[in-house]
């Protein structure tokens, strides 16, 4: 048997690894588990952002909405399945966000403390987008300016916000 | 010069040893991660539409307003290059490991001065980066924003209203931006201040890691320190709350030094000038005891013990005694042990100088 990590010497150490009742098995030459001991914590499974965060996809018993349905979802578009994303912790491609939209919901939540892009449009495809931004701009200018009672000012917001909500349709 | 050219100088501007605070700020970058909206993200794409990506993104850098205001960039495969080459790109933080790996499908684009990369078909379609001397984080997302923006005008960008621009994992969706600096922070280190820095940079909602070795081991006091969320700030938000950590930072490492040379000024002399003597002379040299020499060396400089050397040395040091840089300038593989032999005369050769 071949060393399952370099897969050029032949494997003689045979480590067994249980954690939360699973059994894991690891077949390895010396080299390689020389250096997987090292440590002084001796073997440790090496840390991978993606597995790590493909932890976080796994739904909260708490959260009915996010039990994993039976089959589950795929992206309509690369055929990403909901379970390969939560185990590679990649999403497949942009319509993916949608398709996965309400799991994705709650980990960007606790990633990035939000689940709203407040920075840079790209200045070609992204012309509603950028109508939006400013529209949401204004609108805190709006109830800044009422709360602080400047109600002159808040008349000249009102009427940009109005021509911008035009402009949307 | 051709890209190959590029590739085996060893000289790249992040090294210059100018800009602010050059001393205690080697360079600051800034890293744009984007995808087309057209493709699979990398992991899914197959071989035929990887090269369409590259085919994409060089058509975009031949776009006249790119080359008139950005330069000229170039684009080359990773398979064009040798297995050497490649290491280099990444010794010189030009690439990230992650494009050495399945290399057929991915490319590097460069600008002359290597101010500008961009990593084709990494995680993401695109991973454009800005690299400047000394502590810029301003100045390089302006030139990453525009270069972003030129290369708009022909590439269809994956973006979402709600979201922002789309990523493959969701740690960069939003801004997609990482902005970082390269710091050295032997002070804090002798100080014993170091896990008390990271968990207060922790608390702000950046992350500090050694540059080399691993957690708050750091070969040669080298950390970087990077912003951890990508959405719901803007760039500039996060450039700027990053620039201004770093600000406390080196008043927190000037503080420690000050300290040291106040109270154990021989001590601290006695190191910096036994690590310049070891570089000096020594025969056989590890990569890792050069960075720990190295990093004396470059507080010497900084605190005046030492004149005559520069920063902008220092740095190409930092990059030429990598094991990749060694044997792309002795133009073959070495086993360790003759690379260390091999260093430590290209050490002692440079510093003569």
């Given at each position: 048997?071949?060393?399952?990590?370099?897969?050029?010497r032949v494997?003689?150490?045979?480590?067994?690894?249980?954690?939360n009742?699973?059994k894991?098995?690891?077949?390895l030459?010396?080299?390689?588990?020389?250096?997987?001991?090292?440590g002084?914590f001796?073997?440790?499974?090496?840390?991978?952002?993606?597995?790590?965060l493909?932890?976080?996809?796994?739904?909260?018993?708490?959260?009915?909405?996010?039990?994993?349905r039976?089959?589950?979802?795929?992206?309509?578009?690369?055929?990403?399945?909901?379970?390969?994303m939560?185990?590679?912790?990649?999403?497949?491609?942009a319509?993916?966000?949608?398709?996965?939209?309400p799991?994705?919901?709650?980990?960007?939540?606790?990633?990035?403390?939000?689940?709203?892009?407040?920075?840079?449009?790209?200045a070609?495809?992204g012309?509603?987008?950028?109508?939006l931004?400013?529209?949401?701009?204004?609108?805190?200018?709006?109830?800044?300016?009422?709360?602080?009672?400047?109600f002159?000012?808040?008349a000249?917001?009102?009427?940009?916000?109005?021509?911008?909500?035009?402009k949307?349709? | 010069?051709?890209l190959?050219?590029?590739?085996?100088?060893?000289?790249?501007?992040?090294?210059?040893?100018?800009?602010?605070?050059?001393?205690?700020?080697?360079?600051?970058?800034?890293?744009?991660?984007?995808?087309?909206?057209?493709?699979?993200?990398?992991?899914?794409?197959?071989?035929?539409q990887?090269?369409?990506?590259?085919?994409?993104v060089?058509?975009?850098?031949?776009?006249?307003?790119?080359t008139?205001?950005?330069?000229?960039?170039?684009?080359i495969?990773?398979?064009?290059?040798?297995a050497?080459?490649?290491?280099?790109?990444?010794?010189?933080?030009?690439?990230?490991?992650?494009?050495?790996?399945d290399?057929?499908?991915?490319?590097?684009v460069?600008?002359?001065?290597?101010?500008?990369s961009?990593?084709?078909?990494e995680?993401?379609h695109?991973?454009?980066?800005?690299?400047?001397?000394?502590?810029?984080?301003?100045?390089?997302?302006?030139?990453?924003?525009e270069?972003?923006?030129?290369?708009?005008?022909?590439?269809?960008y994956?973006?979402?209203?709600?979201?922002?621009?789309?990523?493959a994992?969701p740690?960069?969706?939003?801004?997609g931006?990482r902005a970082?600096?390269?710091?050295?922070?032997?002070?804090?280190?002798?100080?014993?201040?170091?896990?008390?820095?990271?968990n207060?940079?922790?608390?702000?909602?950046?992350?500090?890691?050694?540059?080399?070795?691993?957690g708050?081991e750091?070969?040669?006091?080298?950390f970087?320190?990077?912003?951890?969320?990508?959405l719901g700030q803007?760039?500039?938000?996060m450039?700027?709350?990053?620039?201004?950590v770093t600000?406390?930072?080196?008043?927190q490492?000037?503080?420690?030094?000050?300290?040291?040379?106040?109270?154990?000024?021989?001590t601290l002399?006695?190191?910096?000038?036994?690590?310049?003597g070891?570089?000096k002379?020594?025969r056989?040299?590890s990569?890792?005891?050069?960075?720990?020499?190295?990093?004396?060396?470059r507080?010497?400089?900084?605190l005046?013990?030492?004149?005559?050397?520069?920063?902008?040395l220092?740095?190409?040091?930092?990059v030429?005694?990598?094991?990749?840089?060694?044997?792309?300038?002795?133009?073959?593989?070495?086993?360790?042990?003759?690379?260390?032999?091999?260093?430590?005369?290209?050490v002692?050769?440079?510093?003569?100088?």
């Amino acid at each position: 048997m071949l060393c399952e990590r370099c897969h050029q010497r032949v494997a003689t150490v045979h480590l067994t690894e249980i954690s939360n009742n699973v059994k894991r098995e690891m077949h390895l030459c010396e080299a390689c588990a020389r250096e997987l001991q090292g440590g002084p914590f001796g073997w440790l499974p090496q840390f991978s952002l993606h597995n790590f965060l493909a932890g976080l996809f796994e739904p909260d018993v708490a959260h009915e909405a996010l039990r994993p349905r039976v089959g589950g979802r795929r992206c309509g578009r690369c055929g990403l399945s909901e379970e390969e994303m939560a185990r590679g912790g990649l999403l497949g491609c942009a319509s993916c966000y949608d398709a996965f939209q309400p799991r994705l919901e709650p980990l960007l939540r606790r990633i990035h403390g939000t689940s709203r892009h407040a920075g840079k449009v790209p200045a070609r495809s992204g012309g509603r987008a950028k109508v939006l931004r400013e529209l949401q701009g204004l609108k805190k200018q709006l109830e800044e300016a009422v709360a602080r009672e400047e109600f002159e000012r808040a008349a000249v917001l009102r009427d940009q916000i109005r021509e911008l909500e035009r402009k949307l349709g | 010069m051709s890209l190959k050219d590029i590739v085996s100088r060893a000289y790249s501007y992040w090294m210059d040893g100018t800009g602010p605070e050059a001393g205690l700020v080697i360079s600051s970058r800034v890293r744009l991660a984007r995808n087309l909206a057209e493709f699979p993200f990398p992991h899914l794409l197959p071989v035929e539409q990887a090269e369409q990506v590259i085919h994409a993104v060089h058509l975009a850098l031949q776009h006249r307003e790119v080359t008139q205001k950005i330069g000229k960039l170039e684009l080359i495969r990773m398979g064009e290059l040798t297995a050497i080459e490649r290491n280099v790109l990444v010794e010189k933080h030009l690439i990230s490991p992650d494009l050495l790996k399945d290399y057929q499908k991915k490319a590097v684009v460069l600008r002359d001065d290597e101010v500008i990369s961009i990593m084709v078909n990494e995680e993401d379609h695109l991973r454009l980066q800005v690299l400047l001397p000394g502590l810029q984080l301003r100045e390089a997302w302006r030139l990453a924003a525009e270069t972003d923006d030129l290369l708009e005008r022909t590439l269809n960008y994956a973006f979402n209203e709600r979201l922002g621009y789309l990523t493959a994992c969701p740690t960069n969706v939003g801004t997609g931006l990482r902005a970082s600096v390269m710091l050295h922070l032997p002070g804090l280190v002798l100080a014993n201040q170091i896990e008390s820095m990271v968990n207060a940079v922790a608390k702000l909602g950046l992350t500090a890691r050694g540059l080399y070795g691993e957690g708050t081991e750091a070969t040669g006091n080298l950390f970087q320190v990077s912003n951890q969320v990508t959405l719901g700030q803007s760039e500039e938000e996060m450039v700027a709350n990053l620039t201004a950590v770093t600000g406390r930072l080196l008043a927190q490492e000037r503080a420690a030094r000050q300290a040291l040379y106040r109270d154990r000024r021989e001590t601290l002399e006695d190191r910096i000038w036994r690590s310049y003597g070891i570089l000096k002379s020594a025969r056989v040299l590890s990569s890792e005891e050069t960075m720990r020499l190295l990093s004396d060396v470059r507080l010497g400089v900084d605190l005046k013990i030492i004149d005559g050397l520069s920063h902008r040395l220092i740095n190409e040091l930092m990059v030429l005694t990598r094991p990749a840089f060694l044997m792309k300038l002795a133009g073959r593989e070495m086993p360790p042990h003759e690379r260390d032999v091999f260093r430590a005369r290209l050490v002692r050769d440079k510093l003569k100088q």
